[in-house]
Protein backbone atom coordinates (compact mmCIF):
# COMPACT_ATOMS: atom_id res chain seq x y z
CA UNK A 1 0.00 0.00 0.00
CA UNK A 2 1.11 3.05 -0.66
CA UNK A 3 0.77 6.41 1.07
CA UNK A 4 -0.87 9.56 -0.30
CA UNK A 5 -0.40 12.25 1.26
CA UNK A 6 -2.39 15.53 0.74
CA UNK A 7 -0.53 18.78 0.75
CA UNK A 8 -2.74 21.63 1.28
CA UNK A 9 -3.11 25.80 1.95
CA UNK A 10 -4.88 28.41 1.28
CA UNK A 11 -4.15 30.12 -2.35
CA UNK A 12 -0.52 31.06 -2.02
CA UNK A 13 0.42 30.11 0.88
CA UNK A 14 3.50 28.13 -0.38
CA UNK A 15 2.21 24.54 -1.41
CA UNK A 16 4.42 24.67 -4.73
CA UNK A 17 7.20 25.95 -3.11
CA UNK A 18 6.94 23.22 -0.29
CA UNK A 19 6.23 20.13 -2.88
CA UNK A 20 9.57 21.49 -5.23
CA UNK A 21 11.51 20.85 -1.53
CA UNK A 22 10.34 17.70 -0.81
CA UNK A 23 10.95 16.63 -4.46
CA UNK A 24 14.50 17.25 -4.08
CA UNK A 25 15.14 15.21 -1.29
CA UNK A 26 17.20 12.04 -3.51
CA UNK A 27 16.51 8.65 -3.16
CA UNK A 28 12.35 8.44 -2.68
CA UNK A 29 10.47 7.28 -5.79
CA UNK A 30 7.39 10.02 -5.66
CA UNK A 31 4.48 10.80 -7.58
CA UNK A 32 2.38 13.83 -7.57
CA UNK A 33 -1.06 14.92 -8.46
CA UNK A 34 -1.30 18.59 -9.17
CA UNK A 35 -4.57 20.71 -8.83
CA UNK A 36 -5.09 23.53 -10.19
CA UNK A 37 -8.15 25.43 -9.94
CA UNK A 38 -7.81 27.85 -13.53
CA UNK A 39 -8.51 26.05 -16.69
CA UNK A 40 -4.65 26.15 -16.94
CA UNK A 41 -2.74 23.99 -14.32
CA UNK A 42 -0.17 26.74 -13.84
CA UNK A 43 1.41 24.80 -10.85
CA UNK A 44 1.82 21.52 -12.48
CA UNK A 45 4.46 23.95 -15.09
CA UNK A 46 5.95 24.87 -11.81
CA UNK A 47 6.59 21.22 -10.18
CA UNK A 48 10.14 20.46 -11.10
CA UNK A 49 12.97 18.01 -9.66
CA UNK A 50 12.47 14.83 -9.35
CA UNK A 51 8.77 13.19 -9.60
CA UNK A 52 8.70 10.11 -11.08
CA UNK A 53 5.26 10.09 -11.96
CA UNK A 54 2.52 12.45 -12.24
CA UNK A 55 -1.26 13.49 -13.13
CA UNK A 56 -2.27 17.17 -13.21
CA UNK A 57 -5.92 17.95 -12.58
CA UNK A 58 -7.34 21.58 -13.53
CA UNK A 59 -10.37 23.10 -13.88
CA UNK A 60 -11.76 23.82 -10.54
CA UNK A 61 -11.13 22.63 -6.76
CA UNK A 62 -10.50 19.28 -6.52
CA UNK A 63 -12.98 18.45 -3.42
CA UNK A 64 -15.82 20.40 -5.71
CA UNK A 65 -15.17 18.13 -9.06
CA UNK A 66 -17.57 15.65 -10.31
CA UNK A 67 -16.61 12.08 -9.38
CA UNK A 68 -13.79 12.99 -6.95
CA UNK A 69 -12.75 15.28 -9.76
CA UNK A 70 -10.56 12.25 -11.53
CA UNK A 71 -8.52 11.80 -8.25
CA UNK A 72 -9.51 8.36 -7.83
CA UNK A 73 -7.98 7.48 -11.75
CA UNK A 74 -4.99 9.41 -11.00
CA UNK A 75 -4.73 7.75 -7.76
CA UNK A 76 -5.26 3.97 -9.02
CA UNK A 77 -2.20 4.88 -11.98
CA UNK A 78 -0.05 6.22 -9.18
CA UNK A 79 -0.20 3.54 -7.18
CA UNK A 80 0.39 0.51 -9.40
CA UNK A 81 2.57 -1.62 -7.89
CA UNK A 82 4.81 -1.82 -10.98
CA UNK A 83 5.97 2.10 -11.09
CA UNK A 84 7.20 1.15 -7.73
CA UNK A 85 6.33 4.66 -5.85
CA UNK A 86 7.22 5.19 -2.07
CA UNK A 87 4.67 7.67 -2.12
CA UNK A 88 2.19 9.73 -4.13
CA UNK A 89 1.74 13.40 -2.87
CA UNK A 90 -1.55 15.03 -3.82
CA UNK A 91 -1.04 18.93 -3.62
CA UNK A 92 -4.63 20.97 -3.91
CA UNK A 93 -5.76 23.99 -4.93
CA UNK A 94 -5.69 26.98 -2.40
CA UNK A 95 -9.49 26.54 -2.40
CA UNK A 96 -9.92 22.96 -1.80
CA UNK A 97 -11.40 21.96 1.80
CA UNK A 98 -8.75 19.63 3.74
CA UNK A 99 -11.42 17.76 5.30
CA UNK A 100 -13.31 16.69 2.16
CA UNK A 101 -9.95 15.93 0.63
CA UNK A 102 -8.46 14.11 3.38
CA UNK A 103 -12.20 12.36 3.30
CA UNK A 104 -11.61 12.02 -0.59
CA UNK A 105 -8.65 10.03 -0.34
CA UNK A 106 -9.44 8.25 2.92
CA UNK A 107 -12.50 6.83 0.67
CA UNK A 108 -10.40 6.18 -2.78
CA UNK A 109 -11.27 3.17 -4.52
CA UNK A 110 -7.88 2.97 -5.59
CA UNK A 111 -6.64 -0.67 -4.45
CA UNK A 112 -3.24 0.43 -3.05
CA UNK A 113 -3.45 3.83 -2.03
CA UNK A 114 -3.70 4.46 1.55
CA UNK A 115 -4.16 7.99 3.61
CA UNK A 116 -0.60 9.17 3.99
CA UNK A 117 -1.42 12.15 6.15
CA UNK A 118 -2.30 15.88 5.56
CA UNK A 119 0.51 18.67 5.20
CA UNK A 120 -1.29 22.33 5.44
CA UNK A 121 0.89 25.19 4.09
CA UNK A 122 -0.22 27.99 6.53
CA UNK A 123 1.50 31.55 5.40
CA UNK A 124 2.56 32.88 8.60
CA UNK A 125 1.95 36.67 7.45
CA UNK A 126 -1.12 36.56 5.59
CA UNK A 127 -2.90 33.53 7.92
CA UNK A 128 -4.42 35.93 10.79
CA UNK A 129 -5.58 38.55 7.72
CA UNK A 130 -7.06 35.83 5.57
CA UNK A 131 -7.82 32.10 7.09
CA UNK A 132 -7.95 32.59 10.84
CA UNK A 133 -9.67 35.72 11.90
CA UNK A 134 -10.92 35.05 14.70
CA UNK A 135 -13.93 33.39 16.51
CA UNK A 136 -13.61 29.33 16.56
CA UNK A 137 -10.43 27.96 15.16
CA UNK A 138 -10.92 27.05 11.36
CA UNK A 139 -11.64 23.39 11.07
CA UNK A 140 -8.89 22.47 8.26
CA UNK A 141 -6.80 22.68 12.15
CA UNK A 142 -7.79 19.19 12.70
CA UNK A 143 -7.24 17.22 9.05
CA UNK A 144 -3.72 18.33 10.22
CA UNK A 145 -0.73 15.24 10.43
CA UNK A 146 1.37 18.50 10.43
CA UNK A 147 1.34 22.07 9.82
CA UNK A 148 3.93 24.04 8.22
CA UNK A 149 4.41 27.64 9.47
CA UNK A 150 5.39 29.26 6.25
CA UNK A 151 7.29 32.50 4.96
CA UNK A 152 9.12 33.16 8.14
CA UNK A 153 11.26 35.25 6.28
CA UNK A 154 8.97 37.95 5.16
CA UNK A 155 7.96 38.31 9.26
CA UNK A 156 10.88 40.85 11.31
CA UNK A 157 12.91 38.22 13.00
CA UNK A 158 11.80 39.41 16.35
CA UNK A 159 8.40 38.65 15.15
CA UNK A 160 8.73 34.98 14.33
CA UNK A 161 8.53 33.07 17.67
CA UNK A 162 5.78 35.10 18.85
CA UNK A 163 3.73 34.46 15.53
CA UNK A 164 4.69 30.58 15.65
CA UNK A 165 3.78 30.43 19.42
CA UNK A 166 0.10 31.88 18.05
CA UNK A 167 -0.16 29.94 15.14
CA UNK A 168 0.61 26.64 17.34
CA UNK A 169 -1.82 28.22 19.99
CA UNK A 170 -4.56 27.98 17.56
CA UNK A 171 -3.36 24.72 16.19
CA UNK A 172 -3.80 23.29 19.76
CA UNK A 173 -7.63 24.45 20.03
CA UNK A 174 -8.43 21.45 17.14
CA UNK A 175 -5.62 19.56 16.96
CA UNK A 176 -3.65 17.98 20.10
CA UNK A 177 -0.94 16.22 18.07
CA UNK A 178 0.17 17.43 14.67
CA UNK A 179 3.88 19.31 15.06
CA UNK A 180 3.49 23.40 13.60
CA UNK A 181 7.17 23.66 12.29
CA UNK A 182 8.29 26.98 10.78
CA UNK A 183 10.00 27.50 7.29
CA UNK A 184 11.43 29.63 4.90
CA UNK A 185 10.93 29.44 1.28
CA UNK A 186 8.95 25.74 1.81
CA UNK A 187 12.17 24.18 2.88
CA UNK A 188 10.42 21.87 5.26
CA UNK A 189 13.12 18.47 6.72
CA UNK A 190 11.96 16.06 3.77
CA UNK A 191 12.39 12.91 6.12
CA UNK A 192 10.06 14.92 8.74
CA UNK A 193 7.68 15.31 6.24
CA UNK A 194 7.55 11.28 5.02
CA UNK A 195 7.94 10.37 8.29
CA UNK A 196 4.84 11.77 9.98
CA UNK A 197 3.11 11.17 6.87
CA UNK A 198 3.74 7.49 6.98
CA UNK A 199 3.10 7.26 10.76
CA UNK A 200 -0.41 8.27 10.40
CA UNK A 201 -2.56 5.97 9.66
CA UNK A 202 -4.92 7.54 11.80
CA UNK A 203 -6.51 5.26 14.54
CA UNK A 204 -9.82 6.47 15.59
CA UNK A 205 -9.09 8.69 18.10
CA UNK A 206 -7.27 11.42 16.14
CA UNK A 207 -9.75 14.29 15.87
CA UNK A 208 -9.49 13.97 12.05
CA UNK A 209 -11.41 10.79 11.94
CA UNK A 210 -13.87 11.65 14.29
CA UNK A 211 -14.32 15.12 12.48
CA UNK A 212 -14.84 13.13 9.15
CA UNK A 213 -17.20 10.98 10.56
CA UNK A 214 -19.09 14.14 11.71
CA UNK A 215 -18.94 15.40 7.97
CA UNK A 216 -20.41 12.27 6.85
CA UNK A 217 -23.82 12.88 8.35
CA UNK A 218 -23.70 16.50 8.54
CA UNK A 219 -23.61 19.61 7.19
CA UNK A 220 -24.43 20.36 3.48
CA UNK A 221 -24.40 16.52 2.59
CA UNK A 222 -21.61 15.66 0.69
CA UNK A 223 -19.10 16.03 2.82
CA UNK A 224 -18.33 19.55 2.99
CA UNK A 225 -17.86 21.65 5.44
CA UNK A 226 -19.95 24.08 4.16
CA UNK A 227 -19.76 27.72 6.09
CA UNK A 228 -15.94 27.01 6.02
CA UNK A 229 -15.66 26.04 1.88
CA UNK A 230 -14.59 29.06 0.72
CA UNK A 231 -16.08 28.66 -3.09
CA UNK A 232 -13.39 31.02 -5.08
CA UNK A 233 -13.85 31.45 -8.57
CA UNK A 234 -10.74 31.72 -10.98
CA UNK A 235 -10.68 33.22 -14.52
CA UNK A 236 -8.16 32.26 -16.68
CA UNK A 237 -6.50 34.56 -19.91
CA UNK A 238 -3.71 32.93 -22.42
CA UNK A 239 -1.26 35.17 -24.27
CA UNK A 240 -0.96 35.37 -27.78
CA UNK A 241 2.39 36.78 -27.53
CA UNK A 242 5.19 38.49 -25.70
CA UNK A 243 3.02 41.01 -23.90
CA UNK A 244 3.89 44.44 -21.74
CA UNK A 245 5.93 43.90 -18.95
CA UNK A 246 4.95 47.34 -17.51
CA UNK A 247 1.24 46.29 -18.24
CA UNK A 248 1.63 43.29 -16.38
CA UNK A 249 3.29 45.30 -13.65
CA UNK A 250 0.17 47.51 -13.56
CA UNK A 251 -2.29 44.95 -13.33
CA UNK A 252 -0.56 43.09 -10.20
CA UNK A 253 -0.20 46.33 -8.36
CA UNK A 254 -3.42 47.49 -9.11
CA UNK A 255 -5.69 43.89 -9.47
CA UNK A 256 -9.22 44.08 -10.36
CA UNK A 257 -11.42 44.20 -7.32
CA UNK A 258 -12.00 40.50 -5.29
CA UNK A 259 -8.43 39.48 -6.70
CA UNK A 260 -6.52 37.91 -4.20
CA UNK A 261 -3.73 35.41 -5.98
CA UNK A 262 -2.78 36.06 -9.56
CA UNK A 263 -0.01 33.76 -11.17
CA UNK A 264 0.94 32.56 -14.35
CA UNK A 265 4.23 32.23 -16.64
CA UNK A 266 3.95 34.64 -19.70
CA UNK A 267 7.01 35.98 -22.16
CA UNK A 268 7.38 39.67 -21.81
CA UNK A 269 8.79 41.57 -25.02
CA UNK A 270 12.39 42.51 -24.49
CA UNK A 271 15.10 43.79 -27.01
CA UNK A 272 16.32 40.43 -27.82
CA UNK A 273 12.99 38.96 -28.25
CA UNK A 274 10.12 37.31 -25.90
CA UNK A 275 11.74 36.57 -22.02
CA UNK A 276 9.34 33.85 -19.95
CA UNK A 277 8.90 35.14 -16.72
CA UNK A 278 7.22 33.71 -13.41
CA UNK A 279 4.61 36.34 -12.00
CA UNK A 280 2.87 35.59 -8.86
CA UNK A 281 1.05 37.75 -6.26
CA UNK A 282 -0.43 36.48 -3.03
CA UNK A 283 -2.57 38.95 -1.01
CA UNK A 284 -0.73 42.37 -1.48
CA UNK A 285 2.45 40.86 -2.42
CA UNK A 286 4.51 40.52 -5.75
CA UNK A 287 6.85 38.11 -6.78
CA UNK A 288 8.86 37.58 -10.33
CA UNK A 289 11.04 35.58 -11.43
CA UNK A 290 12.77 34.03 -14.40
CA UNK A 291 10.06 30.96 -15.40
CA UNK A 292 11.81 27.69 -14.74
CA UNK A 293 12.47 25.87 -17.59
CA UNK A 294 9.68 22.73 -17.81
CA UNK A 295 7.12 25.58 -17.55
CA UNK A 296 7.56 25.74 -21.10
CA UNK A 297 5.38 22.44 -21.47
CA UNK A 298 1.83 24.95 -20.56
CA UNK A 299 0.65 27.58 -22.87
CA UNK A 300 1.85 31.34 -21.41
CA UNK A 301 -1.51 32.81 -19.52
CA UNK A 302 -2.58 34.42 -16.17
CA UNK A 303 -4.77 33.10 -13.85
CA UNK A 304 -6.79 35.39 -11.00
CA UNK A 305 -8.41 33.40 -8.23
CA UNK A 306 -10.37 35.19 -5.54
CA UNK A 307 -13.41 34.69 -3.63
CA UNK A 308 -16.05 36.32 -5.78
CA UNK A 309 -15.22 37.48 -8.94
CA UNK A 310 -16.73 40.00 -11.50
CA UNK A 311 -15.48 37.35 -14.08
CA UNK A 312 -16.26 39.76 -17.15
CA UNK A 313 -14.04 42.00 -15.95
CA UNK A 314 -11.32 39.97 -14.42
CA UNK A 315 -11.24 38.57 -17.86
CA UNK A 316 -10.83 42.11 -19.85
CA UNK A 317 -8.34 43.28 -17.14
CA UNK A 318 -5.78 40.03 -18.05
CA UNK A 319 -6.60 39.95 -21.63
CA UNK A 320 -5.57 43.80 -21.71
CA UNK A 321 -2.82 43.05 -19.36
CA UNK A 322 -1.77 40.01 -22.11
CA UNK A 323 -1.99 41.97 -25.29
CA UNK A 324 1.31 41.22 -27.22
CA UNK A 325 3.48 43.98 -27.76
CA UNK A 326 5.36 45.19 -30.60
CA UNK A 327 8.02 47.03 -28.84
CA UNK A 328 10.07 46.75 -25.62
CA UNK A 329 9.50 49.60 -23.06
CA UNK A 330 12.27 49.82 -20.95
CA UNK A 331 10.75 51.80 -18.23
CA UNK A 332 8.97 48.17 -17.59
CA UNK A 333 11.46 46.34 -18.29
CA UNK A 334 13.04 48.40 -15.43
CA UNK A 335 10.49 47.95 -12.91
CA UNK A 336 10.24 44.28 -14.11
CA UNK A 337 14.20 44.04 -13.19
CA UNK A 338 13.92 45.95 -10.05
CA UNK A 339 10.85 42.98 -9.03
CA UNK A 340 12.96 40.54 -9.56
CA UNK A 341 15.92 41.92 -7.35
CA UNK A 342 13.04 42.01 -4.19
CA UNK A 343 11.86 38.46 -5.04
CA UNK A 344 15.54 37.18 -5.43
N1 LIG B 1 9.49 35.19 0.82
C1 LIG B 1 8.91 34.01 0.69
N2 LIG B 1 8.17 33.76 -0.40
C2 LIG B 1 7.58 32.55 -0.53
C3 LIG B 1 7.74 31.55 0.48
N3 LIG B 1 7.03 30.45 0.07
C4 LIG B 1 6.46 30.76 -1.11
N4 LIG B 1 6.79 32.03 -1.47
C5 LIG B 1 6.31 32.76 -2.68
O1 LIG B 1 4.91 32.91 -2.57
C6 LIG B 1 4.28 32.76 -3.82
C7 LIG B 1 3.26 31.64 -3.78
O2 LIG B 1 3.93 30.41 -3.57
P1 LIG B 1 3.37 29.03 -4.15
O3 LIG B 1 4.28 27.95 -3.70
O4 LIG B 1 3.08 29.17 -5.61
O5 LIG B 1 1.99 28.95 -3.37
P2 LIG B 1 0.79 27.91 -3.57
O6 LIG B 1 0.25 27.67 -2.22
O7 LIG B 1 1.25 26.72 -4.35
O8 LIG B 1 -0.22 28.76 -4.44
P3 LIG B 1 -1.65 28.30 -5.07
O9 LIG B 1 -1.47 26.89 -5.58
O10 LIG B 1 -1.91 29.25 -6.17
O11 LIG B 1 -2.67 28.43 -3.98
C8 LIG B 1 5.40 32.53 -4.81
O12 LIG B 1 5.75 33.77 -5.37
C9 LIG B 1 6.53 31.98 -3.95
O13 LIG B 1 7.79 32.25 -4.49
C10 LIG B 1 8.54 31.86 1.63
O14 LIG B 1 8.71 31.06 2.58
N5 LIG B 1 9.10 33.09 1.69
Known sequence: MIPVIALTGHLGAGKTTVLNHLLRRPGARVGVVVNDFGAINVDAGLVTGQVDEAASIAGGCICCLPEAGGLDQALSRLTEPRL????????????????????????SGAEHARPGGLVDVIDAVEHFRTVDTG?????????????????????????????????????????????????????????????????????????????????????DGHGHDAPLHEHASAVTARADG??????????????????????????????????????????????VAPAPPRSADGADALVAIGPELDEAEVGARLAAALAPADRAAAAGLRRLQRYRRLSA
Open 135 to 219: GLPPARYAAASLVIANKMDLLPPEQRETRLAELTARVRERNPVAPVVPTERGAIDPALVFDVAEAEDPPDQLPIAALLRSLETGH
Open 242 to 287: PADAGAILDLLEDPPRGVYRLKGCVAVRTPRGGRRYLFNLVGASIH
Open 84 to 107: RLDAVIVEASGAAEPLALARLIRS
